[in-house]
């Protein structure tokens, strides 16, 4: 993560019902520290979307434990519901795969987005629970994938 890509990621605006995807009060400086795992996501030099790792793909009141690596993510605005979500996904498993060598990925899906859901369960995620943000009480669904099996 580059701060130049860091500042285009917190003007991203995301139409409805996805807009509370927008990280507009997100510090650019936190996504580029080392510590935060975050990573741009890169067609050639184009930024395309980045993957996060670690707590940065947990959200607020998750039933989280270290079975698993949590992760999250999101394409530029323009390029969402154009297909791109499986391969967007799937190279960022196959990059924290290679850094960190987790069991498992976990994933924290809107329970909302039907679009997301059917993208990650196609990419062998599995549904184990579902909770309420204690930030503002949105409903998540967590799903998890075993690289054991791998």
């Known amino acids: 993560m580059t701060p130049a890509y860091a500042t285009?990621?917190?003007?991203?605006?995301?139409?409805?019902?996805?807009?509370?995807?927008?990280?507009?009060?997100?510090?650019?400086?936190?996504?580029?520290?080392?510590?935060?795992?975050?990573?741009a996501l890169l067609d050639g030099d184009s930024l395309i979307g980045f993957r996060s790792f670690g707590v940065d793909g947990q959200v607020p009141g998750g039933p989280y434990?270290?079975?698993a690596?949590?992760?999250?993510?999101?394409?530029?605005?323009?390029?969402?519901?154009?297909?791109?979500?499986?391969?967007?996904?799937?190279?960022?498993?196959?990059?924290?795969r290679e850094r960190f060598a987790p069991a498992a990925f976990r994933v924290t899906i809107a329970t909302f987005n039907l679009r997301a859901r059917r993208v990650v369960e196609s990419l062998g995620f599995r549904n184990v629970g579902r909770f309420d943000s204690s930030t503002d009480g949105r409903s998540y669904?967590?799903?998890v994938r075993s690289e054991t099996l791998r």
């Not at 992760?71 to 967007?88: K, Y």
């Open 8 to 39: 285009a990621i917190v003007t991203w605006r995301y139409p409805e019902p996805y807009h509370w995807y927008d990280m507009v009060s997100a510090d650019p400086a936190e996504l580029v520290d080392p510590a935060s795992g975050y990573f």
């Open 69 to 96: 690596l949590d992760t999250g993510g999101g394409l530029r605005p323009d390029l969402t519901g154009r297909g791109l979500g499986r391969e967007a996904i799937r190279t960022g498993l196959a990059f924290g």
């Open 141 to 143: 669904e967590v799903l």
């Open 65 to 67: 434990d270290d079975s």
